[in-house]
């Protein structure tokens, strides 16, 4: 459960109906009674629920019935129902599809990533980083979570991880043992994690035991060299799988001993399907 | 050019720094003059441009040099240079990115489809719909002009646009002509838009002769079909396609004799690969 | 029906109220029952009404009667009654007072000269338009609708409308057919319109035939005359007045032969005087 | 000087142009250098000024010169010129235009009612309610303070003032002296002021001797009977004038021996009329 | 009762819970049914009550029972029971606590001040200032006044308060009774305070007769002096001792014969301790 | 560097002044030219200097000379000088004082515990929680940087962090080894912290070896005990006292053998005594 502020779920609203709808407005319409239904067309992974109702709330529509966030739905299945005047549901009809489209798409694409990883390792993760598209932090938070995924880190304030641009600063900038120390001394609560581009930086990195490497756009193969490097090196170091994983390329990975994958690419999954039916409340 | 708030610009920065970049801080190397540099991998046009200026300017750091918005850059180009303490630039450098990888997808994406489009008609047009991803309205908008596109429709209010769940509430839901008529009387200084699911339809539409008619998930056939009778039936009615009009499609349909179309598909396109490079001002 | 976000109505209420009511404070009476009546002294078109239900509630004062937004009062009729605390109801006065007294105000005045222009052409309009009071956008847009006028452009990305202050841009500024011609292929899904400052200007951009006319400051003859000429030059352009139509002037355009009439003046009219009434849940 | 924080005159910006200026765009002038002049086309007492600075900055738009707050103009006097992009000047014009209307409105009518008052009472004052227009607050704040009037009491609780709407509340709501008392011991550091709504009440409030006691409704002559009696009653009160003060009624009150009005006549005043005129650097 | 509204209820939450509560996450008990209690560890005056209600009520958790803001409770005393998914309790536990202690630390001591105060005057008066907290405004205004004190002053335009750093800019910085003289012209509605920082200004100050002289840091014995003198030469001038009061001096400003003490203390009190107790509903 | 978005620093001034200030006003000083100077009356650590150069020039001041955030200052130094308009002088006066001593008094106290501690512990630390007053956390946070401290924890989803109040809630709430094991199965990117309220529960926890336990409220020498076994038991775990840790306790804990420390005590410290001074450019 994500808390979604007042101001956050309005603002999905007014970014559609500054204005009311017109065409409800000039047909007349606006006073009926009348119910919408949200249905999933492909199934999947379902998020922004919440949200969703919570919109609907504030434009004094009742919901009647719902499933909730993080459930599995079949296609074809309704997600939510809502029952108000005509003028309210068609004011929430589009920016309420928006938020389930997004959220459905990313909590279904992480799902089956998920689905897959855990076929083979029951206790893998699939981490979301934080390149998200600007503005959608919170909503892509609860998606990620109602997939049963994890934030790979919120922001730069949660964990330390070196890149090389910050290397790039230092005078010893290739001394992985010094940083690290350095790093464990300043930070003592936190994970001091650090990122490697090459299977030789990833050998460096390990020598200095550092909480966790990731190892970045690495192949399959130079990720199972070093995973089973890592074992006698550093035995309390996590690795972790990060650059270029999607659905698509996850099953390549899925022998390389590694079982924490960071990845991006469920923000930018396609929508799902939401498909929308407002009805009167007694049929013509 | 799209007016960006400056609580927007600030809201996309807080993210990702409310507690600035632990790992510059361990390391010790905040107070260092430093530049950072934005490059594009692929190529293509670029947008979120003076975006990332005014963030970056917000963090106290310089540009020193930048495309604007709407160009076309090659592979590899350099998008934007900035110098400043590496407290600085750190803290800009993933909500920056962030800002770019998304915006210059977007853009970059609807180019693409335009190039294709106006090879066969140079006075073609893509329109990009409010199916949008929450909280991105203005972010979207800025990209879409970027690339020559155009916004279909800001918000419900905007235009007259008759859907199926409109004319479900009406007693005569099927008369086209009478809910054209009414449309017109109602909303004098407005388009009147209506959208046909069946080319059965479409031809009822027509008949009506509303200003424009969005033809729905219909067929490269359907729709030639329709725009072979349309300057007969209702000569100053636009047709436009809409529904599952991608850059994968648009080829199909650029012989069917419509030239607007209705599309989402940008918001969703992949983001750009923006690279980043942090340096000090000084190699070490 | 109008949204109106949680963020918007607090703030109206926060204008007022930052350290509560201190008068009831130094008296001692914040915690007695009581109840609230706001009356319509002088009767008209109702507004703001569901905005006044908004805020009431905000302040855990409860409503226990109304008439709806876009009614017809009598004067001295009761608008809203509502119960509570006398702290929570001095704080609700005056700040609800305010809105209750513009909003009425516009949609009042708006009503009156509808009911003007209707009784002469039941199919006129009256469109407001984007000069609207700094920060009251959303307010002004429910009195208008409320009443049952038209919002004749929410901001200057809605509808395509020339200026003399774009076309001193232009090399060709006088070229009517060409600018029109350039705005139409920019613009298929928009409508054109153009505002023309003198008669000659009208008939040039008559003989266009861009989707309306605007015609700024025209005397009643000069509008009879473009009014006479238009359904032979343009049949399908809309006329529309703007420039000085109030209440006061419109009766002398009645018969020009133009119904669209745009306008201002709501916004700028008299607020309505609603009374407010406090009294203890029992008398004392 | 009231500072006004850019979230406010960001807000102010984005009512008008959250798309941009269409118009600009379809003629592709938007990259052009040029520039605007707002003029006062009655002349008067100006103010907004510094908020359009504000504004116009945002937008990237140079303010080349302009007048201060405060200042007196002569019909059809320049207030403000500013140049940029075409783009961004036009997406300056309106909004800018509607701070400068309703805010030189607001202090050039104010201003005309103290130039009236002080040809009599050089010491007389003018004090602004709070029954302002929703949301409006800090803009009304500006322009009553540039033509020199007073704010009455930017909220409750910053004055204590005791109305029948409180009294009714009390066992002894016509024990003036009690009630002020009690007001006096609980609020030692307010100021103490009561409303009489009829020349009875304003007698007994006199006799409580208040800090102020505001006349609501009367006439002239109630008016100078009271201002007659309180030297003797009570030395040490204010008196001031309420209900129904404005620039026609004020003539009627400018002998009656009260020279502090109190007054929302001006927050509704006509907008004043100002001319924005957009030109090209170099003339075509 | 002060008026919080939802965005800043809302933004307290948001400061904690941005991601939930991970280790509820990690230990798949957020769906669990439970309840929370806040306690009250030393008792005293509390406020933040009414405050605590709003945000969990936002996060979805019923209020089952509570104290009210202003009530004094004993050492170990319950302040609030709720009851809801473990998931939210877990997101409300921290934030709220901060609010509680922050809230019932400032009440408490300023109650403590207040009861030691009344106990030698029953009408004396701790009025707190405007040099609050940066961001805790409202907080602060709502424990003041559930504790019985007084806003000495919300901000820079309710009273006239006349400091050094104004007098500096006359010419005539030390001509007393001029400078109130023309405060008292230029602002008739204001009470005119003054503050006096040596016996010698008090003495001046005294002779011009302000409303009200604030005497900063003045010993017992300075103050009482002033406090002989005043009855004589300024009757209706309310004294007010500031800078420096604490509970820990106020007994020595006792016998001093002014009964009004301005201070910021409260707002730098030590936290209430508030034990949080969250239980499933069904113990194991 | 905390990056501090315009919205948060504006409210801050607008938190003191939303009318200006009337003194000045009244005075008719408004326009002179003058400067304003702040001073440290104690010294020590400072901070809040780049937030109250923010915020003077949001005012149209200029700042002339500044230390910076980190410095340390001796008794009387000058942190910020500042000319401008004494209208604008005068409105950021007090605001801008409010965050200078509330954060100069974090960062000092924190800084003299950092003092103490560094001079036994080189490399210990001290950690700030979440037991922030509400509303302050940016603000709280750069005077922790400022200082040299850590942020223990930004909120609830950073780090897992094992309560008794999540324990209640498991059937086997008092095997560690299991829970420790859980949270590092389903939390691989994340710190395991567990919160141990007596020596019992410290050595239980100790033997689940997660990576810190933080001792609630131990005594010295319980403390010292656990730091004994600690090597032993969890050679990788890192130990951290928290309850109850102030400059005042702190001494008596240098000796037990743990150097990091969490507190909130900072948050709380006495406001610094910052002296605010405005005077004219040329003396009068």
């Known amino acids: 459960?994500?808390?979604?502020?007042?101001?956050?779920?309005?603002?999905?609203?007014?970014?559609?109906?500054?204005?009311?709808?017109?065409?409800?407005?000039?047909?007349?319409?606006?006073?009926?009674?009348?119910?919408?239904?949200?249905?999933?067309?492909?199934?999947?992974?379902?998020?922004?629920?919440?949200?969703?109702?919570?919109?609907?709330?504030?434009?004094?529509?009742?919901?009647?019935?719902?499933?909730?966030?993080?459930?599995?739905?079949?296609?074809?299945?309704?997600?939510?129902?809502?029952?108000?005047?005509?003028?309210a549901l068609h004011q929430g009809w589009k920016a309420v599809q928006n938020v389930l489209e997004w959220s459905c798409g990313v909590s279904g694409y992480l799902a089956r990533m998920l689905d897959l990883l855990r076929q083979h390792h029951p206790d893998g993760h699939i981490a979301c980083t934080r390149?998200?598209?600007p503005g959608t932090k919170l909503l892509a938070t609860q998606a990620v979570q109602a997939a049963g995924g994890l934030i790979h880190r919120a922001g730069c304030s949660e964990t330390i991880l070196l890149f090389a641009n910050h290397r790039r600063f230092l005078a010893n900038g290739d001394d992985w043992p010094a940083m690290v120390s350095q790093l464990r001394c300043h930070a003592p609560e936190r994970k001091i994690v650090v990122e490697a581009d090459t299977p030789d930086e990833a050998l460096a990195a390990l020598r200095a035991a550092p909480d966790c490497i990731q190892l970045d756009k690495f192949t399959p193969e130079q990720a199972a060299n070093i995973a089973r490097l890592a074992p006698t090196l550093a035995p309390a170091c996590t690795l972790?799988?990060?650059?270029?994983?999607?659905?698509?390329?996850?099953?390549?990975?899925?022998?390389?001993?590694?079982?924490?994958?960071?990845?991006?690419?469920?923000y930018y999954a396609p929508p799902a399907d939401i498909k929308v039916r407002l009805e009167p409340d007694s049929p013509r």
Chains 1, 2, 3, 4, 5, 6 share one sequence.
């Not at 719902?66 to 309704?78: C, I, K, L, P």
């Not at 994983?245 to 994958?261: E, K, N, R, S, V």
């Open 240 to 266: 972790a799988l990060t650059g270029g994983i999607t659905l698509a390329t996850l099953p390549d990975y899925l022998d390389c001993g590694i079982t924490l994958f960071v990845t991006s690419a469920p």
């Open 1 to 87: 459960m994500i808390f979604l502020p007042q101001a956050l779920t309005d603002a999905w609203l007014l970014e559609d109906i500054q204005g009311g709808d017109l065409t409800t407005q000039a047909l007349g319409i606006g006073g009926q009674p009348g119910h919408i239904t949200f249905f999933h067309r492909q199934g999947g992974c379902v998020s922004g629920i919440a949200a969703a109702r919570q919109m609907l709330t504030s434009l004094g529509v009742s919901v009647t019935a719902s499933v909730n966030d993080g459930e599995r739905v079949v296609a074809g299945q309704t997600l939510l129902c809502a029952s108000g005047s005509v003028a």
């Open 131 to 133: 390149k998200m598209i």
